[in-house]
């Protein structure tokens, strides 16, 4: 497992702009050159929610339909830090924001599957 420590997290107006970064204690390409590394979410009450996930030997993402236009996962290998920019933000898009990584080749949207995660950095959107 990968010790991973989110931050960035905030509190921002409807309309403005965040980024989340990830980083770890350890290289993610030293552990393995096939790592996913990903973003998820959790409002209160809600099911814990995928939103972008990045293959850190190629860079190739998927992200979920919902947020697709708006936020956009990149990673700086050099630095090993995992990063999320979020634009337009929202009311809804209030909660507690993931970073997770596991070991694939697959670009993974399923929480199950991740086996490292941060402790969580919670973001949240006023009117």
């Known amino acids: 497992q990968v010790q991973l420590v989110e931050s960035g997290g905030g509190s921002v107006q409807a309309g403005g702009s965040l980024r989340l970064s990830c980083g770890t204690y350890?290289?993610?390409?030293?552990?393995?050159?096939?790592?996913?590394a990903a973003w998820f979410r959790q409002a209160p009450g809600q099911e814990r929610e995928f939103l972008a996930v990045?293959?850190?030997?190629?860079?190739?993402?998927y992200k979920a339909d919902a947020v697709k236009s708006r936020f956009f996962i990149s990673r700086d290998k050099a630095d090993n830090v995992l990063y999320l920019q979020m634009n337009r933000l929202k009311p809804d898009d209030t909660a507690v924001y993931y970073c997770?990584?596991?070991?694939?080749?697959?670009?993974?949207?399923?929480?199950?599957?991740?086996?490292?995660w941060g402790q969580g950095t919670q973001v949240t959107v006023s009117a």
């Open positions: 997770a990584a596991t070991k694939s080749t697959e670009l993974l949207s399923t929480s199950r599957v991740y086996t490292s």
């Open positions: 350890e290289t993610f390409s030293d552990m393995s050159p096939h790592y996913a």
């Open positions: 990045i293959s850190w030997r190629s860079g190739a993402t």
